[in-house]
Nanobody, 115 residues
């Protein structure tokens, strides 16, 4: 299993970013995909999930500002983040695993929200 994130970077408060995660090594369409984030020196926070049936979950901290989507033909999951705040600054990880587990993690992509 390989998960490769991209799309992170520096953005001003109020700005937007779209993160992508391209997956390989498993039947993508059958797996739930998720995004988690971690501020260096702090614990991980679960951000969002999208299940194989397309249903979604969002943490309260990002609800209304973030949209998760998936393209099964491209084996890719996206995280569209709008109205970004400094507290959204973190390393964002793509996560998946069999039966909804968190067995596999990407290497992460850094999002920095700062003026």
């Amino acid at each position: 299993v390989q998960l490769v994130e991209s799309g992170g970077g520096l953005v001003q408060p109020g700005g937007s970013l779209r993160l992508s995660c391209t997956a390989s090594g498993f039947t993508f369409s059958n797996y739930a995909m998720g995004w988690a984030r971690q501020v260096p020196g702090k614990g991980r926070e679960w951000v969002s999930n999208i299940y194989s049936d397309g249903s979604t979950y969002y943490a309260d901290s990002v609800k209304g500002r973030v949209t998760i989507s998936r393209d099964n033909a491209k084996n890719t999951v996206y995280l569209q983040m709008n109205s970004l705040k400094p507290e959204d600054t973190a390393v964002y990880y793509c996560v998946t695993g069999p039966s909804g587990s968190q067995a596999y993690w990407g290497k992460g992509t850094l999002v920095t929200v700062s003026s």
